[in-house]
DNA sequence: CCCAATTTGTTCGTATGTATC
DNA sequence: AGATACATACGAACAAATTGG
């Protein structure tokens, strides 16, 4: 009758006492993912309509609307209404991955200390896989960025601005690795930080001298970049991340203290 | 009337016209959020029932209870019936944190080098932070977990259930780190692989070998970090991380081939 | 431009389950 | 055991959005 397989509840006695009883919705959103993952469902895909869903369920409307806004929530689908519509499987994004994991650390009480801890590795680590890679039109996009905080700010919300444009700096050379998770990590980190920035005064007692060596290192990684030189490009991101240093120093507990949206 | 301050939906005017028209559970799930932060709620703290909300929002049950699932499935609140019941804020929990970026990574191409290439630099900086900051507890854990592969495995399920052990050893250091971000990328990665191996027949070919020296490694780690020679536990590490090279060739593209379960 | 069909979105009323007292 | 206060689930209806004729 219908091309696709069936969507099963799992036997009750698989799961038998393992914690507490999870909710209706909970079990048939699980059932839709090992039914995506079965089917080898791709973005794009449909899954039954929610007319579909109740009948194979034998659930109610709202318990499956429940199921599939749990799925929502975690990016796996999105839905469309009218004719041709319904629910599709979609590639979670990477803003929503983002909010989400930020949702983890907005109880901590993450400091700028411990994203440096991990950007003073991997950076490095980024550049130099990254040397004598980037095509020309990233270049490019990288000295645009670098003109365009070559002047030193006059008011706060330049330096604000040019503080974020320095991010989105690294921002552009997270994006040309080919490892997923090295660009997640640091593209996370710099939300964060793009995040801190707008919203609160973060670095305020302006370190005119500080940030005018930060774009010389910049200005001479560009150039590591281009000629290929791994390890340069490695030593001088290095010491740029270093630099940071001082600005951590006063800066105790600065967490979260708002959802990032996505 | 009510203790706390009002939960609101925010001016149309605000979010004009960015996108498409948000769903309203979304809108009240964002409202919630909102509130969450406004108020300081932390975990523990109970959010408004359902029946309040309904009367808050003027919006079905139904609704409500979509918004709800949405910041269910984000790990953000918990729900419980019963009298003194209710819909709670919760800190995300690590598996579900790391379960809902496992989705980001199901539709990317991960390979096991990606995961190495950062491994590689962020195990030597957690040892070379841990070394000599060790409790003697943890320290005997460390050893206990070496001795459970003392000897070589003969049987392919002993060599997986050897090579998790192996995991958990490197797991157990990364529970010590106060960095947060550091712990949970490691863990994370730790997650993944761990996962791999047991669902798959990951390093088939057993090296003995190369086994032994893995071994090896971690306890010459071992002794460093009790020793808090902090230079020695950072070499030996990379050295160990490197050791893994050879099994991530004729290894491509082995990404994710199903969800992972909190 | 309107109309009809399709699918998700939302409402309301009612009933059931569950934990507390 | 019974009353209470919650979440959980059901079912029928209607609203809104989208597509095609």
Redesign the pocket.
């Given at each position: 009758m219908s091309p696709t397989e069936e969507i099963n509840l799992p036997p009750v006695s698989i799961r038998s006492n393992d914690g507490?009883?999870q909710?209706?919705?909970?079990?048939v959103a699980e059932a839709i993912k090992d039914f995506i993952v079965r089917e080898g469902l791709l973005p794009g895909d449909?899954?039954?309509?929610?007319?579909?869903?109740?009948e194979r369920?034998?659930?109610?409307?709202?318990?499956?609307?429940?199921a599939?806004?749990l799925l929502?929530a975690q990016g796996l689908v999105k839905?469309?209404?009218?004719?041709?519509?319904?629910?599709f499987v979609h590639a979670v994004s990477t803003e929503r991955a983002e909010a989400l994991l930020a949702n983890y650390f907005y109880f901590k009480d993450l400091k700028i200390s411990d994203i440096y801890q991990l950007r003073r590795v991997l950076e490095p680590e980024l550049v130099a896989s990254l040397a004598g890679q980037l095509p020309i039109r990233v270049l490019h996009e990288l000295e645009d960025i670098l003109d365009s905080y070559s002047e030193p700010a006059s008011t706060d919300e330049e330096e604000r601005d040019q503080h974020v444009a320095s991010l989105r700096f690294h921002k552009v050379l997270a994006d040309q690795t080919e490892n997923p998770l090295l660009s997640f990590a640091i593209g996370f980190m710099l939300t964060i930080l793009s995040d801190i920035t707008v919203s609160r005064r973060l670095y305020r007692p302006i370190n005119l001298d500080l940030w005018a060596r930060g774009r010389d290192y910049q200005m001479r990684l560009l150039a590591a970049l281009r000629e290929g030189d791994s390890k340069a490009a490695r030593a001088i991101m290095t010491a740029h991340m270093q630099t940071a240093q001082p600005l951590m120093e006063g800066q105790e507990a600065v967490s979260l203290k708002r959802f990032i949206r996505e």
């Open positions: 507490p009883k909710s209706r919705p909970t079990q449909r899954i039954p309509s929610e007319a579909e869903l109740i369920f034998s659930m109610a409307k709202g318990t499956i609307r429940e599939l806004r929502d839905s469309r209404t009218g004719p041709g519509g319904g629910t």
